[in-house]
């Protein structure tokens, strides 16, 4: 075949675009006036085999367009002599990206380009001058734009609207106004179940589990099936149940499931750029209570803080809650945890709710047990076994809660005693005198003023000047720091108030300290710190430290014991002493018996 036929034989191409924003400017720019134009163009200079690439909808700035790719497809199999559109900006609105296609990528593949209104074609050398001038101005354009949508988009998210396309799962678009969101009753359900799990302990990867199993749809699959969310085409309607951790923690850390509208969480440098870079949360725009929360306060806080503290499930699925709480009082390192169910199969033991699901289930110095094994080992085991830190977790927890409501004011009035204020006449001293410290300091600077005006008018000689502003100077230094230490005072007491406050609050809201649960541990425990046992008095003592949020160490005023329950605690002394040396004679016959043999 010849080259002339198949020159003959290759498209002209017609390529129409039209943006959303081409929209608003009028007829003139629409896709059916620039199909004729580029028709009528084609019959009157003799083109022939006039094939039409439409993208409709599509930005200048994107060179992702479907058609055009396809178009380009075309070029660079040889299919296309020569593309044909109404000016330059139809190509494209990136000056970089438009002049590739049409100053370089074309001129190789011997693709003619005419750019109708322009007046621009590939073949007449002198019609081209200003075409790089055309593709810089057709990007200002979209420069203009971008920075006009910019500052709609700041306006929008200032003002408290939702910023996002995305609406949260559990949530639906109020028909009425498009900037409100509606509670999506079936979904919400599912998001409260979530918030709950989360509460009582269980990580994302376990609610992710649990889900799965109770047949729950995955918020991707549960909108696509009502032809809501974005990516309905994207999602595998084969795997309705396929939770995963990484979306139960995305949904455990949106503030609007308990009414807050969160804005300005990611943004692009540049209107170029494709990825969305992800904003600080302290630099986010949060407005609250802006619609119906699905989750209340109280679940909300205490979801977040069983996040704060990782906990790794075992081989059961089971997380520790005490994980990351206790410290070696010596070295001040973490304590290990160690759990094993190897002697229930043997000794047919049976799981106790107040010590765990573990018949062997301990902590240890983590220190000492990365020592163990080397020639220097540091600090001490402190071993303790986990029934007995939950024991003690409980009892300090129902004893310091009982005393705070039974005896409210001599409660607060112990927290105060920690810093260096007993009473409040205390306080209303301290607040006199720093009242009247920066009253004082205030008439300083007037004096002051008036000594560098004198001065300046003459009427002060230089001698007293400095003798006086001097001494105002040094009085003044030290009422500064005598009103900084007395506000940090002031500080200090109003703080210890307020955590008595938030304490009582925090107790009212438990009526059943039977059982210590998970939430109960999340909510009152800060730390324990577990000292090193001592044997001094022929007995195995250990003193555990229980700090608990907000109060730290309280330590409970109790009554002096009575006679009988001193007798009581000989009673079970010897008792223990007498267990003790029973297990120690026992242990001696078996080695001489072991040994006769």
Known sequence: ????????????????????????????????????????????????????????????????????????????????????????????????????????????????????????????????????????????????????????????????????????????????????????????????????????????????????????????????????????????????????????????????????????????????????????????????????????????????????????????????????????????ARMYNHRSRGRALKEGWEPDPDSGLYPSDNYNCSTYMLTAKQSEQKCCSHYITTRAVRALLLDTIKTVSAYAISDEKGFVEKIRAASQLRQDNAAKELKRKLNRDRKRSAELDGLIKKLYESFATGSLTEKRFKLLSDGYEREQEELDAAIKHEQAELDAFNADTDRADQFLELVKRYTDFSMLTTPMILEFVDKIVVHAPDRSSGERMQEVDIYLKFIGKFDVPLPEPTPEELAEQERLRKKREKQREYSRRSREKKKRAAAQN
């Open 1 to 332: 075949m010849s080259e002339k036929r198949l020159e003959q034989e290759k498209i002209t191409a017609l390529y129409e675009r039209l943006s959303h924003d081409d929209e608003l400017i009028g007829d003139s720019n629409s896709v059916v006036n620039q199909k004729a134009m580029l028709e009528s163009y084609a019959a009157q200079h003799g083109f022939i085999n006039c094939v039409h690439y439409t993208d409709d909808g599509w930005s200048g700035a994107n060179f992702e367009r479907p058609s055009w790719k396809r178009l380009v497809a075309d070029i660079e199999a040889g299919k296309v002599s020569c593309v044909i559109a109404k000016d330059m900006s139809r190509v494209g609105r990136d000056y970089l990206q438009t002049g590739f296609y049409t100053e370089i990528l074309f001129r190789e593949k011997g693709v003619r380009f005419i750019a109708i209104s322009n007046g621009v074609d590939s073949f007449d050398h002198n019609s081209g001058e200003f075409a790089p001038f055309l593709n810089i101005m057709n990007e200002w354009y979209v420069r203009d734009c971008s920075r006009k949508q910019k500052a709609q988009y700041q306006v929008r998210g200032r003002s408290g609207k939702p910023v996002t396309n995305t609406i949260p799962y559990g949530f639906k678009k109020d028909p009425d106004e498009k900037h409100h969101w509606l509670v999506d009753e079936e979904a919400a359900d599912v998001v409260r179940r979530i918030f709950h799990l989360s509460a009582e302990g269980k990580g994302p990867q376990t609610i992710a589990k649990i889900l799965m199993m109770d047949k729950v749809e995955r918020p991707s699959y549960y909108l696509a099936r009502q032809g809501r969310g974005t990516c309905q085409r994207k999602t595998d309607m084969s795997r309705p149940y396929d939770w995963t951790g990484n979306t139960i923690a995305d949904m455990l850390a949106k503030p609007e499931y308990i009414g807050h509208t969160v804005n300005f969480r990611a943004y692009k440098p540049s209107y170029k750029d494709k990825k969305m870079i992800k904003r600080p949360p302290e630099e986010w725009l949060i407005f609250e209570n802006t619609h119906e929360a699905i989750v209340d306060a109280e679940t909300w806080k205490l979801a977040q803080r069983s996040r704060q503290t990782v906990r790794r499930t075992d081989t059961t699925g089971e997380a520790n809650p005490l994980t990351g709480l206790l410290f070696c009082a010596e070295c001040g």
